[in-house]
């Protein structure tokens, strides 16, 4: 790669294409050197992605585009690709590097007909090789380029063997000139001599159908439309079978099987993967060790940064002088960081095993194996992909509902999602699970960890109950179908496991820490300051008292005479029922920016209350009692009652937002609050009402 500074004016604009679970991200992360997801994963690839490579002086500026498998759209992500692609001239391409997989090439090559014949220059990079050599297949790649009329370029986008000869390539693809596909029937030809747009048959025949599609044909055109061709699926199953037929005829000439009836790895470790019994047990099995390895593996470093955090306050407090900036620092700042960084091990160990897991292949199996109980509750096997995903976050996952087609299957995924247990109730989940198994009582099994993975599972079923609510309640006309190409194994690459390590530990780090910042400044002005003839009442009633508890008996009935001691007490009679107190309320509220902030309030809160306390702070919460009634303020009870309300209610802004956007419609973020907030409250509030 050369980086002079002396680059042609007029940079290449080049798109890639291909259909999902080829490779293509993998191959843009080659090109451009960009941090972006990669995954083994159908319909990752969600939205455009933009980037940029400089060969020989020349800038090469590339847009990914969301998988398809025709220029017939059946999701929305299909449907930004097809009107991105029918827009070429405004969206100035010069050329599309077409990606197919070697190891499904008629599959892919139907796609690639349909590009060609909208004239847009186009070269194929035939990615996977490594998986032919494996299957015993030679693919003559001159015979192949000869029969297409089109440069194919042998590569591996994992390894980058071929991106070199690849680059140079895309250099000169603006000049690419391939054959035609398109054999229009005498409909179509009548239809496409109305149309007086510059470009191909084929792409006068897309235009039109369109825009038919879309609604947005004039009334005149429309009438034509109608006249000249009925439409019915007929239309487009007849064209797909002409070209399967060419397609059929050149990959025949140009591949070679060296062995036959041998089954390959990947069969062999389908057959109990894809099982109907061991599929399931194998797949549970994984979760346990997910959630095992959360708390065993976490131990130390979590330990490590408690310990820097309990340092650096101690220091600051020594060091800086006792004014308000540094009890902003130490008392409201610090506290709330540490107690959403001291969890950022557990956050890593899981999106660590979650990438591996999506990289292997392995996910795919799971949306597979799943698909038949889905469609019991209203959804379908690509709904596991989201709902799976929103183990780390419901908003990605959301947007991943993109990839499926049915409209009510989509908007159901939507809808429940939320419930499945993300990233963010992790800390919250961890911090309750040291409350209720402060000794661990096994050498073998982490308790705390068993716990966790019965709030994923109980998210999971409660999930599945709510969508089969909206099955009975929303109507459709729309067929619902499911569509999923299992890819072969593979071992996972660990550059792609680092950057979605990279991504995802940034993401939590700096979102959260941004809100939670905020969150901390504001709790520890309100938890610190007051109507001041309250606060000077307090400093007057212990000015005479000498106890050596007197400094906590004043921070005590500060906190609870302050504004955030207020606020808390205005929500308490809602609350209480639940089993919470005006603190636990305080810290109710603020979760709803994110459901961490729970954590960075409760240290917060009681880092005020009881500033001497270096402790870790469950071992904090478990030494608060209720003034009123002696008993501990975070018990069986409570703790329980907690782990429920966070599992189920909506307390993430963000997520409605994103509701909001992929659904068009105020109506359905509202739906979400509503049921999960009260499914919430009425599920905690029978935890607390049975155990109290």
Known sequence: MSNSNNLDEQPIHIVLVGNPNTGKTTLFNTLTGQNQKVSNLPGTTIEEKKGFFIEDSTKVNITDLPGTYSLYPNGEDEQITTQFLLNHNANAIDAILFVADASNLERNLLLYTQIADLGIPTLIALNMLDMLEKKKIDIDVSQLSLSLQSLVNPINARSGKGISQLKLAILKSKMAVQRSFFAPTEEQNKLIAFNSETGTPYYKWQSFFSKFKSNELDNEYLTIFKEIVPFSDKTIADETSNRFNIIHEIVVESTLKKEFNKKSITQKIDSVLLHPIWGFLIFFGTLFVIFQSIFRLAEFPKSWIEALFTWLTISLKDTLPDNTFSQLLCDGILPGLAGVMVFLPQIIILFFILALLEDSGYMTRVSFITDRLMRKFGLNGKSVIPLIGSMACAIPSIMA???????????????????????????VYTLLAGLLFIQNTSALIDLRGLLILAMYIIGFIVAL??????????????????????????????????????????????NAGKIILIVSVILWFLASHGPSEKFDAIATKYSTYNGVDKELKIQSEKLEASYAGMLGKSIEPAIQPLGYDWKIGIALITSFAAREVFVGTIAT??????????????????????AQTGEKTYGIAVVLSLLVFYAFAMQCISTLAVTYRETKSLKWPFVQFLYMSGFAYLMSLIVFQTLK
Do not use: H
Not at 476 to 485: A, D, G
Not at 605 to 626: E, F, H, P, R
């Open 465 to 510: 109950l709510f969508a089969f609510i909206f099955k009975l309640i929303l109507k459709q006309k729309q067929k619902s179908f499911f569509v999923l190409e299992l890819p072969d194994y593979r071992l996972p690459k660990w550059r792609n496991i680092a950057i979605t390590l990279k991504l995802k530990t940034k993401d939590f780090v700096f």
């Open 401 to 427: 509902t993109r990839n499926i087609e049915n409209k009510k299957d989509r908007l159901i995924t939507i809808l429940v999602t939320p419930l499945m247990s993300c990233s963010a109730r992790l800390p």
């Open 605 to 626: 809160i009681y880092s005020v209350g009881n500033t001497d306390d270096k402790s870790v702070i469950s071992g904090t919460l478990a030494k608060q009692t209720n």
